[in-house]
């Protein structure tokens, strides 16, 4: 996960799209497939002559549930199985987990020798 201070709210930490999914599982409190989650994407970029692939819409939302912001259930369906993608957070809970991992973050880099490989013999 990237934060990019340029920017406000979800697309502060996810890619457009991204947000456009956290936003729409976090207040629908309903499921979507990738399936799902890709036609409604594309749907809200149109206007923007955007598109977004569904093999990247599959990698972030798989992404989310890895960090703990969805969950995952696979179905059987008709030529295999399916997944169905659900917030697994509200929106203070998403904050939470965000905050966490940039705490994380900032404890592994409080290590004495992180600058170590900055050095140069040179100096």
Sequence with gaps: MKIDTTKTGLEMIFPDY???IIYILIN???ELTNR???EQVNDFFVSQDK???RATIINFMN???DHGFLTERKVTCKGGWKSIYKAAV???GLWEIVLDLIAQ???DDSDPGIFDHYHSTAE
Aim: glycine fraction near 10%; avoid cysteine.
């Design 51 to 53: 598109t977004i692939s």
């Design 63 to 65: 992404k989310s549930v």
């Design 28 to 30: 629908s409190k309903g």
């Design 36 to 38: 799902e989650a890709h």
């Design 105 to 107: 973050n900032i404890k």
């Design 90 to 92: 509200n929106r203070i």
């Design 18 to 20: 991204g947000a456009r």
